[in-house]
Each structure stands twice: as structure tokens, then as C-alpha cells.
């Protein structure tokens, strides 16, 4: 993939955000380019953050597993997307993995070669900082939020954000009800009555014990009201 491409497809949530295509050429003579194969681990969850990717060829998941050992995906990963970056600037170990859904390729940069490249483009420290600040403006007003809404409201703040689209154009949540209530704060006995008057209503329904969202349009309008 080019440098004009690269600083293309940078979206405004990219650490590397209005880039020129020279910096993305410095940055390319920074890093080592990889080549993997469908299935291969690129980023492994707990593992240190020694270095990050740059997605140039191929796609990606990633996911985390929980205590129970379940896969939670996050996202899905394309071309000029930027991976393990928090964990290599804050030094702790990656919270998530990122697994190769298909042949392809990536730049690999290393902590000293992204200081290193700091240290020269003082511009992009500069960015880098209002990016990581709108970020925790972003997680702060989340949490307020979450705060402020009723359980059901709540509750179907958090689908939305678990939810991905499979082969069927179907939605459906990887997490057990004991899980999913962990992960909004609420427990089992009230996501179970929840999440039965939702089936009964016909915006989801449960599947051995799992989740499939049925009427996206009304888990809409349940996240957006005052409970």
C-alpha cells in the first residue's frame, strides 16, 4: 500500500490522523513490514506492548476473552487500521488480540521507532496528546451516561456496542446472561427478566442462552430513552 493510501484511510480516531503522505513515508522507513497467513495471531491479549501494526493488506479480528474463557469481538480490522497502539504507549499488556481473518500484510513499529519519530515530528506529539484527550473525554461522557440511564436503557446501550453482523445479516451476542450482566453492571435475575420481556416484545431472542437481536431499530430507540 502507498503512503498517500495510508494517510487516506486514516480516520479521525487514528493516532496518526492528518499525517502527510512524507510522514507516512518516515514512518514506513521506521518500521519492518510482515506478511501473515489467514488464522495467524498478531497481537496476543496479556502480552506485552512492545510494538504496534499498521494494517496494510488483508483484514482482522479483534476480540478479547473473558474470565470464562468466552471470545468477546470488538471489531473488525481493515486496510490502514492501527493496532496495539495503547498498550505501546502506556507500556502495559494488551487487553485484546488481533487475529489475521485473511492473508495480508502490516507494518510493525517499535516503541523507540515511534519515540524516535516523535522526537522529529514535534507537530505529532502534539496531536497525539488531543487525540488521547478526546479519547478520555469520550470514555468519561460514556460512563456518565451509562450512569444517567435506567437498567433497560443501560442494558441496550450495551448490546449495541457487543453486537456484530454475521453471514445472515442476524445480530448475536457471544456472552452467557451471567456475563453480559458482569459486563453492564446489573445482575443475572434482572438481565434474565430484562432480556425475557425483550423476546416477548420480539426485539431479540435467546438462544441457548445467548443473544440475537432481532428488531435493531427498537434496541435503538430502548438505548436513546430516559427508562
Known amino acids: 500500500m502507498d503512503h498517500a493510501k495510508l494517510a487516506e484511510l486514516q480516520g479521525p480516531d487514528s493516532i496518526f490522523s ?20 489467514k488464522g ?7 502480552d506485552p506492548g512492545d510494538m504496534m501494526l499498521i494494517l496494510t493488506e488483508g483484514s482482522a479480528r479483534v476480540s478479547m476473552l473473558t474470565a470464562g474463557g468466552r ?3 470488538l471489531a473488525y480490522a481493515e486496510p490502514g ?7 505501546l504507549l502506556d507500556g502495559g499488556e494488551r487487553t485484546a488480540s488481533v ?24 507537530e505529532f506529539t502534539w496531536s497525539l496528546m488531543q487525540q488521547l484527550a478526546r479519547r478520555l473525554r469520550t470514555a468519561d461522557q460514556t460512563i456518565e451516561s451509562d450512569r444517567a440511564y435506567a437498567s433497560g436503557p443501560r442494558l441496550a ?23 453480559l450482566g458482569n459486563f453492564a453492571g ?25 443473544v440475537r437481536v432481532l428488531d435493531t431499530d427498537m434496541l435503538e430507540d430502548i438505548s436513546e430513552s430516559e427508562g
Open 186 to 210: 446489573m445482575s443475572r435475575e434482572h438481565i434474565n427478566r430484562q432480556l425475557r420481556s425483550w423476546e416477548e416484545s420480539g426485539v431479540i431472542s435467546l438462544e441457548q442462552g445467548r
Open 40 to 46: 495467524k495471531e498478531l497481537l496476543v491479549q496479556g
Open 157 to 179: 446501550r450495551y448490546l449495541k456496542r457487543l453486537i456484530r453482523k454475521d453471514v445472515e445479516a442476524t445480530h448475536r451476542v457471544e456472552l452467557s446472561q451471567t456475563e
Open 99 to 122: 487475529t489475521a481473518t485473511s492473508a495480508g500484510s502490516a507494518l510493525q513499529l517499535g516503541r523507540n521507532a515511534l519515540k524516535d519519530f516523535a522526537a522529529s515530528h514535534p
Open 71 to 73: 471470545e468477546i469481538v
Open 81 to 87: 487500521a492501527v493496532l496495539g497502539e495503547i498498550a
Open 18 to 37: 492528518g499525517l502527510s503522505v512524507e510522514d507516512w513515508a518516515d514512518i514506513a522507513s521506521r518500521a519492518v513490514q510482515i506478511n501473515f497467513v
